[in-house]
């Protein structure tokens, strides 16, 4: 009999998740390994920055998808790169061997080597950078409050500027302003007029994956809102007082949120793989690593260009049909056979909220275009439907309609504070 | 006209929210000092430590309470001490001028001058211990699942010793032993007979406010529940890895939870007044700081005993009722009468929950004594009922819900790692 091949993924994403649930229920030995102890729904990462969600409602543990699988082992450890040639994967907690190895580790915020502006400015991928976020926004009114001496700073305190008009940028800004509404009714002797929201877009244009249509749309509601949208609008540099950009334009802010890029986490680049110009692992058409045996690569860690015009987006239904394929063809591997599976990326559309009872929903089945509160209903069904774990849809569910009814955010804890 | 008179209130717990309510509908001006812009839910403090709740579910921001009360402010800043002369309490953010101030800044963890146990223990007293305790709890499991070598270590890393037979010590050696049941179901590898729980405490008894007979039930359910309660255990060393007890016993551990005393927080020392032995402020009958004029404490960190055997239990319904008094007889000084009023506690009973499905309730109107699934739910109604907020009472009513029938905790996850 033969010995029970052992499948290792690396990175607990939506990729990895989508991979070990499917894994889970072959006869093989499964290890997920990932730093951190839960899957995070990145999606809804702005609303804990903004003080919609609690930080567990959005972070579901690894190890209760896999409760009842006993063939599925969690390891949690930062990896660290792969000796292909002894098939071990390389962790700060030792190695962890491998028959078949999927990389699905995802990516990180990209400064584009602007050192000055990743020192100060806050990215947006990770659990701690939101809350991180949450902690500072919430405490700008506070020190601004009592700030009654040096009315500059003060308003520096009151200006926040988030840069990237992707989904993530045009979300975090759209709900900045909703939580600038709810700051406006409970500090009593603060002047609002003083509070800006900023978006800044180096390109022409908001969403470049939506049709001209609803970016000019997006564009009009996130002004209604009252935020300052500046395109065309391309960063050089921000020493923490002031942010600058290419046209020498100043704007002085103690909160910049980067949200303008991304590049595959720095573990990719330790596995011997090709990497592309983003630092992505370059795959075949049927998501093995080239050059490498019995490496496997999927989602934003992985670049693959087959039969599309332009690489893949990098977002979660890429990583979870990815999955699929990976998974079939690893199973076809450990049985000896050898037509792997070509993958073939199905769009399926794309969403982005501006904010409470707006949205903008592209190129879905039903309708090609839809925004205003249909869209926003279609954005929440569709998230709350994906999070994990049955009473989070629930809870979180209670808490947006509750936010959209009441206009309140009682997340607003700062929880940072030195005892 | 007479001006309005400035009420500062240090201190954002029980009683000082309870006094700023009733403030907030006079003709004053009202401060809230507080290092935390939210209030803490102390008592629910062990259900974060344990990932039952989450953080902001016992965290309400403490403007929100005072959304409608123009006259109220909130000053975010951490209390240092008074200047009774200039009537200014100082803080690390500036002065704050007071007509008459409020002391219930609270209390904090007692190690009793034993700085080795301070330096290598958790308190259990503010949020961020809260978290600090689940993060590190949760860790350990992890580390354990991955310590294939040595087995001492192992042991170690899942020993988890609670000091102190109180309320919390009890609250949170029972929640823990539940927490292990629910890893048990999804650690595939690891051997949990290893894993246990301490509870020491150094007097002969546990929660000393019950009866005799509750007590004894109390250590039976917890024995029940696989907790190694210990007796008469007197510590007197731990270094971070053995926990060393009077009679020279050691218990290797990774997890010792501070429980077993508290102490007025450091800052009413500052503030003029007469201390007793526990570093509270000395209050009259009238609840006012002897020797101060126009300076009134009350709660954990104000010494009354008037009419009273013994000094007056650390609890909310102390603090609430002494918010009352003085309340009253502020007013009545700015008012310009005289009469003040004299506190007189009404003890209303005191409750702590085991676990899942049992309490006890001492002395209430009902019944003097319950214990088991009525107790449980008695004990349920009157947290749930007392917490800030209405969605809360709701999202924290389902989670209590989930839990106790699907044993299930999905606040298990790991903030504290380094991205």
């Not at 290890?31 to 969600?53: C, E, G, K, M, W």
């Not at 609008?233 to 704007?251: C, F, N, S």
């Not at 947006?400 to 607003?412: A, D, E, K, P, Q």
């Given at each position: 009999?033969?010995?029970?091949?052992?499948?290792v993924?690396v990175?607990?994403?939506?990729?990895?998740?989508?991979?070990?649930?499917?894994?889970?229920k072959?006869?093989?030995?499964?290890?997920?390994?990932?730093?951190?102890?839960?899957?995070?729904?990145?999606?809804?990462?702005?609303?804990?920055?903004?003080?919609?969600?609690?930080e567990?409602?959005?972070?579901?543990?690894?190890?209760?998808?896999?409760?009842?699988n006993?063939?599925?082992?969690?390891?949690?450890?930062?990896?660290?790169?792969?000796?292909?040639?002894?098939?071990?994967?390389?962790?700060?907690?030792?190695?962890?061997p491998?028959?078949?190895?999927?990389?699905?580790?995802?990516?990180?915020?990209?400064?584009?080597?602007?050192?000055?502006?990743?020192?100060?400015?806050?990215?947006?991928?990770?659990?701690?950078?939101?809350?991180?976020?949450?902690?500072?926004?919430?405490?700008?009114?506070?020190?601004?409050?009592?700030e009654?001496?040096?009315?500059?700073?003060?308003?520096?305190?009151?200006?926040?500027?988030?840069?990237?008009?992707?989904?993530?940028?045009?979300?975090?800004?759209?709900?900045?302003?909703?939580?600038?509404?709810?700051?406006?009714?409970?500090?009593?002797?603060?002047?609002?007029?003083?509070?800006?929201?900023?978006?800044?877009?180096?390109?022409?244009?908001?969403?470049?994956?939506?049709?001209?249509?609803?970016?000019?749309?997006?564009?009009?509601?996130?002004?209604?809102?009252g935020?300052?949208?500046?395109?065309g609008?391309?960063?050089?540099?921000?020493?923490?007082?002031?942010?600058?950009?290419?046209?020498?334009?100043?704007?002085?802010?103690?909160?910049?949120?980067?949200?303008?890029?991304?590049?595959?986490?720095?573990?990719?680049?330790?596995?011997g793989?090709?990497?592309?110009?983003?630092?992505?692992i370059?795959?075949?058409?049927?998501?093995?690593v080239?050059?490498?045996?019995?490496?496997?690569?999927?989602?934003?860690?992985?670049?693959?260009?087959?039969?599309?015009e332009?690489?893949?987006?990098?977002?979660?239904?890429?990583?979870?049909?990815?999955?699929?394929?990976?998974?079939?063809?690893v199973?076809?591997?450990?049985?000896?056979?050898?037509?792997?599976?070509?993958?073939h990326?199905?769009?399926?559309?794309?969403?982005?909220?501006?904010?409470?009872?707006?949205?903008v929903?592209?190129?879905?089945?039903?309708?090609?275009?839809?925004?205003?509160?249909?869209?926003?209903?279609?954005?929440?069904?569709?998230?709350?439907?994906?999070?994990?774990?049955?009473?989070?849809?629930?809870?979180?569910?209670?808490?947006?309609?509750?936010?959209?009814?009441?206009?309140?955010?009682?997340?607003?804890?700062?929880?940072?504070?030195?005892?």
């Amino acid at each position: 009999m033969a010995e029970r091949k052992r499948i290792v993924i690396v990175g607990a994403g939506f990729g990895g998740v989508a991979l070990a649930k499917q894994f889970a229920k072959e006869d093989v030995d499964v290890t997920i390994i990932d730093r951190h102890n839960f899957h995070l729904f990145q999606p809804l990462l702005y609303q804990v920055s903004t003080a919609v969600l609690s930080e567990d409602e959005i972070a579901y543990p690894i190890r209760a998808f896999f409760r009842n699988n006993k063939n599925v082992e969690f390891f949690m450890a930062k990896a660290e790169g792969l000796d292909a040639e002894r098939k071990v994967v390389l962790t700060d907690h030792g190695e962890v061997p491998y028959d078949y190895v999927i990389l699905s580790a995802g990516a990180t915020t990209n400064f584009f080597g602007m050192e000055n502006v990743e020192k100060h400015s806050f990215g947006m991928k990770t659990l701690a950078e939101a809350t991180h976020i949450r902690n500072h926004v919430l405490h700008m009114f506070e020190r601004a409050s009592k700030e009654m001496d040096d009315p500059e700073e003060c308003k520096r305190m009151l200006t926040f500027v988030v840069v990237g008009g992707g989904a993530t940028g045009i979300e975090e800004s759209g709900a900045l302003t909703e939580l600038v509404d709810v700051q406006r009714k409970e500090f009593h002797h603060l002047d609002f007029d003083q509070v800006e929201v900023h978006l800044l877009e180096g390109m022409n244009t908001v969403l470049p994956m939506v049709s001209p249509r609803l970016q000019k749309h997006t564009i009009k509601v996130l002004e209604k809102k009252g935020v300052k949208v500046h395109l065309g609008a391309q960063v050089v540099d921000y020493d923490g007082k002031d942010i600058t950009l290419k046209d020498g334009t100043k704007i002085p802010t103690r909160t910049v949120i980067w949200a303008a890029g991304i590049k595959a986490v720095p573990f990719v680049a330790n596995c011997g793989g090709q990497l592309n110009r983003g630092g992505r692992i370059v795959v075949d058409e049927k998501l093995q690593v080239e050059g490498l045996k019995d490496v496997f690569a999927i989602g934003d860690c992985a670049y693959f260009q087959h039969g599309t015009e332009r690489a893949l987006p990098t977002v979660a239904p890429v990583a979870t049909q990815q999955a699929k394929t990976a998974f079939k063809n690893v199973m076809k591997l450990v049985r000896g056979e050898k037509d792997l599976e070509t993958f073939h990326y199905k769009d399926l559309g794309s969403m982005a909220t501006i904010g409470r009872g707006e949205a903008v929903v592209n190129r879905t089945k039903i309708n090609p275009e839809m925004t205003g509160f249909l869209a926003w209903c279609a954005w929440m069904m569709v998230h709350l439907i994906r999070l994990a774990g049955a009473h989070t849809n629930f809870t979180v569910a209670i808490k947006w309609v509750w936010n959209f009814m009441s206009g309140t955010r009682l997340g607003r804890i700062i929880t940072n504070v030195k005892d």
